[in-house]
């Protein structure tokens, strides 16, 4: 995975200023995007491509917070995210029920239900986000991970059909 | 570009269904090119007349009648296209397409075969004559758009077309995305901007944030087979209706009879923009004479189900664009079909804004293409154009589901590597399919192609490390590129591209993928339930075998295991048998103290997550 931070020349922060970001992306997006080597060699402006890929790719990564908070962790302890995978059976179980009820609901449940997980969801980004700023990937790690599980509860139950 | 040649005109091309044009950048702005007569247009028609030479543009429509099976038009919706899906078209095509190679649709002419990109190139060329007229010097490289739905093979195709037609393609740019050039170049329009482009065969809609120079696709969603030639056949299914009634019975009809009713219904068409009623002596030849009188309200009925279409595709790109109705600063109206009032009232209705009238919908692509082309020719660094990739790219995995790799509306150009091994030792080669889609299931996307990995140093099975890159670029194509991670050296890769998924597959997958969304969620749970199935029992044994259970735990866990393992074995076995013999297992396994395997069940359950 490259990391999105060192291509976007930023210090791996959670609280990015989306305004620097943009203009950071759009500088770089001038600088490599290939349409501004037509006429070069084919190497040249293959590798231009790539620049910009990774270009646009991190920006797209680092836009996200929960991506972004997955890409500090990283740098913060590598390897945390596929370490922390397993999560407790008891989470699982409960995780499991959130969905079975997120299936089952009634459309009269539906605006509680949303309020309720959509704040579950708030939080996880709350902790996780303290937990980054204290320096502690592992622990932010098994947040994210536990965090999916509300993230698509809340997907899911906007968006039965998209996916 | 070396510094001593003089920079190189390059111009921009509109290649449409129905019409098609050139223009140029110059100091003052961005102008159509215009032959002798003072036209811009140049109708996308190619006639082959049994004596003399080809005709193309105005000349060969003029021949249309007369010539009626050696007059080919809208060839786009040809282009890049697998046969399977076009069997509709065909028979509504006063020319003849039979299949030729690989099931690839060819025009023929006599005992001559013409490829769409052969028909699609005499159009270009002609384009190219005009322009190099106008500009009184030779012209050889263009920016040349496509509908912004267009796939990959079609995006190849138009590109092979140029080729064909000696023409250096710079760049493909998107129809939506080169009239937001033409429309926002000034400064005077920044903000949010929605383009809705119905042309004679497709349609596009693209939402755009303009700001200081940058055009940023948002995105995108579409349909490479809907447009004006449609609505005509619904004016045609009319006429024929008509034909039917009068000859008490289905009728046979000649190319001249199809021919002469295509033409017909299109002049109703434009008619009924202005008109609320229109009628109109139809002379079929040999299938008789009809007379046929239609209002704009009948014709609107008719083309409504058309219509509502594309207000879905507007709806779905403001929601991919993650904005609501009222963060959109502008509507610009693009292509021919936009005159028809009841697109407008449409358009109107969903935006809840009158779209812009200052842009000419004839001109504003190649506008916007020529703007483009002086990007790529190197004399203007003002311009960003940042486009997207309109639907998603994935690969097959395990039981025929497709795992994304590129989601939609992603920024191009955009990468991917992953990784492959192999499965067998001493495997020298690995197939990888790529769909383009958005369901679940392989047999509801297109397939882009076949990519073989060859040249795989002999190991033991699962140890090569394949990192397989996959690019898309600035003209939305994809490349892509293989290295074995332990020997660094690039591995030789054979590409087989296949066109065996068509365009209306991949309009139908996106129109059944609403539909179809709890069927495909039923059918992925399947799979992934056989999938969490079969790494349990695999989990399970491996966790026996290193456990010290009592015998009788073991062997109730074995029973249990051989059930299982004997349900995935047949392919008939129902969900619920399978899901029953899971939940048996894991609660056994979940009652058992022994972390050894509660801890590989563990692994089994979040592995899929």
Redesign the interface.
């Known amino acids: 995975m490259t990391d999105a931070f060192a291509v976007l020349g930023l210090d791996p922060a959670m609280n990015l200023c989306p305004v620097e970001l943009e203009t950071r992306y ?1 500088e770089l ?2 600088e490599f ?4 080597a ?3 060699s084919a190497d040249t402006q293959a590798e231009r ?2 620049r ?3 270009v ?2 991190a ?2 990564a680092l836009r996200n917070p929960w991506v972004r908070a997955e890409r500090v962790a990283e740098v913060l302890d590598p390897g945390c995210m596929e370490r922390t ?3 407790p ?1 008891m989470f ?1 179980m409960e995780a499991m029920e959130l969905a079975e009820e997120v299936a089952g609901r009634s459309d009269d449940a539906r605006p509680a239900l949303h309020a309720k997980i959509e704040a579950d969801v708030n939080d996880y980004l709350a902790r996780i986000t303290q937990a980054l700023e204290e320096s502690r990937g592992a622990d932010a790690a098994v947040l994210l ?1 536990e965090s ?2 509300f993230r698509k509860a809340l997907h899911d139950l906007d968006d ?4 | ?1 070396s510094s001593d040649s003089e920079p190189q005109t390059v111009v921009g091309i509109d290649l449409g269904t129905t019409n098609s044009l050139a223009a140029i950048a110059t100091p003052n702005g961005a102008r159509v090119l215009r032959d002798r007569d003072g036209e811009a247009l140049i109708p996308s028609v190619v006639c082959f007349p049994e004596d003399g030479d080809v005709l193309v543009g105005r000349d060969a429509r003029a021949r249309a009648l007369e010539l009626p099976s050696r007059t080919i038009h809208s060839i786009k919706r040809l282009v890049g296209r697998g046969g399977d899906d076009l069997d509709a078209d065909m028979a509504q095509l006063p020319y003849r397409v039979k299949m030729g190679d690989r099931g690839l649709p060819r025009v023929r002419i006599d005992d001559e075969e013409y490829s769409p990109e052969e028909i699609s190139a005499r159009v270009l060329e002609k384009v190219k004559s005009v322009a190099s007229e106008a500009l009184s010097r030779d012209v050889t490289r263009a920016v040349i758009t496509v509908p912004a739905y267009f796939d990959d093979a079609q995006r190849q195709a138009t590109k092979h077309a140029a080729e064909i037609a000696g023409l250096e393609c ?2 493909i740019v998107n129809e939506p995305t080169a009239a937001s050039l033409a429309y926002g170049i000034d400064g005077s329009n920044d903000g949010t901007v929605l383009v809705y482009d119905l042309g004679g065969g497709t349609f596009d809609v693209s939402i755009l944030k303009i700001h200081e120079g ?1 055009f940023r696709v948002l995105a995108t969603a579409g349909d490479t087979h809907l447009g004006g030639d449609d609505f005509d056949r619904c004016i045609a299914d009319k006429i024929t209706a008509l034909l039917e009634e009068k000859a008490d019975g289905v009728q046979e009809l000649d190319a001249y009879a199809l021919q002469a009713i295509r033409r017909s219904a299109e002049s109703l068409k434009m008619q009924l923009s202005d008109a609320d009623a229109a009628t109109l002596a139809i002379d079929l030849g040999d299938a008789g004479e009809v007379e046929l009188s239609i209002t704009r309200d009948e014709f609107e009925a008719e083309i409504l189900p058309l219509v509502e279409r594309t207000i879905q595709c507007c709806k779905r790109a403001i929601k991919d664009a993650e904005l609501t109705v009222t963060d959109i600063d502008d509507v610009v109206l693009v292509g021919g079909s936009t005159r028809v009032p009841l697109v407008r009232k449409a358009i109107e209705a969903v935006t809840k804004q009158a779209p812009r009238t200052d842009v000419d919908p004839d001109l504003a692509v190649a506008l916007g293409a020529a703007l ?1 082309a002086q ?4 004399t203007d ?1 003002s311009l ?3 486009d997207v990739i309109p639907l998603s790219l994935g690969l097959e995995t395990m039981g025929g589901v497709v795992s994304k790799l590129i989601l939609r509306n ?7 590597t992953e990784e492959f091994s192999t499965q067998v030792e001493n495997q020298s080669a690995v197939d990888i399919n790529i769909y383009q889609g ?1 369901r ?1 299931k392989t047999e509801d996307c297109r397939k882009l192609g076949a990519f073989k990995l060859r040249g795989i140093p002999p190991m033991p099975a699962g140890l090569p490390r394949i990192a397989v890159t996959f ?4 003209d939305g194509v994809l ?1 892509v590129s293989a290295k074995e991670q332990r020997t660094g050296e690039e591995a030789g890769i054979q590409v087989v591209p296949s066109f065996g998924l068509t365009e209306s597959e991949v309009k139908r997958m996106m129109d059944e ?2 539909e179809h ?2 069927e ?1 969620m039923a059918a992925r749970e399947g799979v992934e339930l056989r999938n969490k199935a079969r790494a349990m029992v695999d989990g399970t044994k491996k966790a026996l075998a290193m456990a010290d259970l009592p015998p009788d735990q073991t062997y109730s866990i074995k029973k249990l295991t051989k059930t299982l393992g004997k349900l995935l074995d047949d392919d008939g076995s129902s969900m619920d048998d399978i899901r029953n013999a899971v939940d048996e297992l894991s609660s056994l396994t ?1 009652q058992i103290a022994d972390d050894v395997i ?2 590989a069940v ?2 089994s ?2 592995d899929e ?1």
Do not use: C
């Not at chain 2, 992603?410 to 991917?416: L, Q, R």
């Open positions: 759009l997006s001038r995007h290939p349409d501004f037509s006429g070069e491509i790539r910009s890929a990774d646009n790719d920006y797209r995978k397993a999560l059976p699982l991970h999916r599980y039965p059909e998209d996916f | 570009m710079l760049r940058v483009q990007v790529l020719a190197g660094k960003l154009l940042l992603a920024t191009i150009p955009t990468s991917v958005e679940e690019t898309i670029d600035a490349r993928s609403i969304a709890f495909d979940g509660s801890s563990r692994k359950l979040t997550s």
